[in-house]
């Protein structure tokens, strides 16, 4: 059973970068045909998918958050992570790290729903 949990800070401050990492166990984030998801819900409103890395290391990210987002992973440690730049308010939400366990050939998986196995969320606060 593939298990994964978010960890980084809870508060951060306006115009800085949140940092998250997903620690993953009960599988290899290098497993041909994974993809390692990063999606968010702010209060209110629905799941947003932010962007993904691939088993083989590359990465596909929203449009709309394209500019201030990287996703990295550390293979010796089976974990990935998330920075998001120059955050507003507007960023607050519950981060979840996410694993889409059959990637679909030539697709990103860019629907929540494709993903099978999700870490059980953190809460991230914007301050002003």
């Known amino acids: 059973q593939v298990q994964l949990q978010e960890s980084g800070p809870g508060l951060v401050n306006a115009s800085q970068t949140l940092s998250l990492t997903c620690t993953v166990s009960?599988?290899?984030?290098?497993?041909?045909?994974?993809?390692w998801g990063w999606i968010r819900q702010p209060p209110g409103k629905g799941l947003e998918w932010m962007g993904v890395?691939?088993?083989?290391?590359?990465?596909y990210y929203s449009p709309s958050l394209k500019s201030r987002t990287s996703i990295s992973r550390d293979t010796s440690k089976n974990q990935f992570s998330l920075q998001l730049r120059s955050v507003t308010p507007e960023d607050t939400a519950v981060y979840y790290c996410?694993?889409?366990?059959?990637?679909?050939?030539?697709?990103?998986?860019?629907?929540?729903?494709?993903?099978?196995?999700w870490g059980q969320g953190t809460q991230v606060t914007v301050s002003s």
């Open positions: 996410a694993a889409d366990m059959v990637i679909r050939p030539m697709t990103v998986p860019n629907n929540p729903n494709e993903y099978a196995y």
């Open positions: 009960g599988d290899s984030i290098t497993t041909s045909n994974r993809a």
């Open positions: 890395i691939v088993y083989d290391g590359s990465t």
